[in-house]
């Protein structure tokens, strides 16, 4: 999995690529985790080129949606194909996720 | 086709990928779409991850037992720990309104969601998957 993390005005975008599961989440929720710790509130997760989210990706998703919440922020994942929309949509998550179909309507939906 | 393999692997994370993608490398002859080996392997991966973090701890010592047999286009998978096993008739639904932000509790099911069929021993130490192939044809 590749990370990267840039600053659009005020809302942070963090791009990921490969596959969210439980050896590579780890190191996505240290990153945001540490990011939201230094203020960001808007963040952006695309997911436009995953290709695979395990049970423990989606933890460390719902986990980083509480964490910028709780700092009265908002996450938003913007991009998501639709094989994962599904399976994300299987347990819920899409009651609790805000998708957007590009990374622009994602930015400016804060 | 008829296909019955039986692989002993060492509980450690690093090894789930790997023995997942031997049992999809055996589906290739159905060409199912990537959908569809993505939906088979998610149930692999998360039956072989609880094992070894539930059943066995994560000890390298204790194997899991993976057996798994393609027959008239049905797939079955025997996964086994050595743990105590678990008590899977009263896992917590993760749709319910009020289990929708908890961290854990979905990998169980996904699985009973994406297989055709799903039952344990007693014991709740073995997971038997049963996917049909060449479903939805």
Redesign the interface.
Known sequence: MDISIEHKGEVLVCKISGEI???TSPDLRKQLIEAIDKGAKKVVVNLKDV??V???G??TL??LL?KVKSADGDLKLAETPE?II??LD????K??FDFEDTEEKAITSF | MKLSEAMKIPSELKNVKGASAQILESLLPFNLSSYDLLDIRLCLEEALINAMKYGNKLQPDLPVEITYNIDNDILKVTISDQGQGFDYKNLPDPTLEENLQELKGRGVYLIRRLMDEVFYNDAGNQINMIKNLKEGD
């Open positions: 599961t439980f050896s290709g695979y395990d049970s423990s989606m933890a719902v986990e509480q094989k599904e399976i299987m347990v819920r998550l009651d609790i």
